[in-house]
């Protein structure tokens, strides 16, 4: 189902999902908020119901110029309340992530725990942070402010090299829905991705010290988009999370592990 709710594109895998435990899934960057197959699965075999919700300046949800981290868990709290539902698992891959933890900090009583793959951590300041990313490019533009950044999408190029064998090999098979989205949501133009790197290398609005939900930290050791350092980072940040490592993971393969993070 697909509806607009608090002027956001929302995607419900149920119709009336009042009184229902989801997983709220926060989608990377770039994507369109469309619930992804492999995600609606691995829901599907926990009894989950899954809202996806596109962030501002993806889709059809409208722009948020200036937004932060906060902003858009801030901005998601009407949504659920709307929907109804008891309880909410908040799980973001890669540029998800900052959000699904901000939505612990912004609705402590409703999300139960939160789950993680490859999110970066907040920006340091330093260039300590940017440390084997492989294509940083965007993050450093945006370090710089709006206009750098907006520079720097005229003629940014997808460099393959920041995925691993793994990664293709998760593209070509259970998560090939990823791809296909993520080329959907680049077709409609870089607004989403661009707030999106801005939020992250300025103050996301919240402590990830006041996060009082369990959190697991799902991290491929071979990402070369988000570096493990990031998880580390996070983990010694947020008073209840696991890390959960993966040597043989790059940045795509490591959602394979969504069930057994669900699990833990």
């Known amino acids: ?44 075999a926990h009894g989950l119901a899954v809202v996806s919700v596109a962030r501002p300046a993806y889709a059809g949800s409208p722009r948020h110029p200036g937004r932060t981290v906060a902003d858009v868990a801030t901005g998601l709290v009407p949504v659920l309340d709307a929907l109804g539902v008891a309880s909410v698992v908040s799980v973001g891959a890669s540029g998800g992530g900052p959000h699904a933890l901000a939505c612990a900090a912004a609705m402590p009583g409703l999300i139960r725990a939160v789950v993680t793959f490859a999110s970066p951590a907040p920006f340091s300041g330093d260039d300590s942070w940017f440390e084997r990313m492989r294509a940083p490019g965007g993050l450093w533009a ?12 005229e003629t940014d190029a997808f460099d393959a090299e920041q995925f691993v064998d793994v990664d293709f090999a998760a593209l070509e098979g259970e998560w090939v829905s990823l791809g296909v989205d ?3 949501a680049e077709a409609e ?7 999106d790197d801005l939020a992250f290398t300025r103050p996301w609005g919240f402590d990830l010290a006041g996060v009082s ?6 991290q491929g050791e071979r990402d070369r988009v988000i570096p493990p350092a990031h998880a580390r980072r996070l983990k010694a940040a947020l008073p209840h999370a696991t890390l ?13 592990h ?6 833990r």
Do not use: K, N
């Open 189 to 195: 133009g870089p607004d989403g991705l661009i707030d």
């Open 213 to 218: 939900a369990s959190v697991v930290l799902v």
């Open 244 to 256: 959960d490592l993966h040597p043989a993971d790059g940045h795509v393969s490591v959602l394979r």
């Open 1 to 44: 189902m697909r509806r607009r709710i608090a002027g956001l594109d929302v995607h419900t895998s149920l119709d009336d999902l009042a009184g229902r435990d989801v997983l709220l899934w926060h989608h990377g960057s770039p994507q369109t908020g469309a619930i992804l197959a492999p995600v609606q699965a691995v829901a599907d």
């Open 258 to 263: 969504l069930g057994a993070a669900l699990r």
């Open 182 to 184: 993520a080329a959907a």
């Open 142 to 153: 945006a370090v710089e402010g709006e206009a750098a950044r907006r520079r720097f999408a």
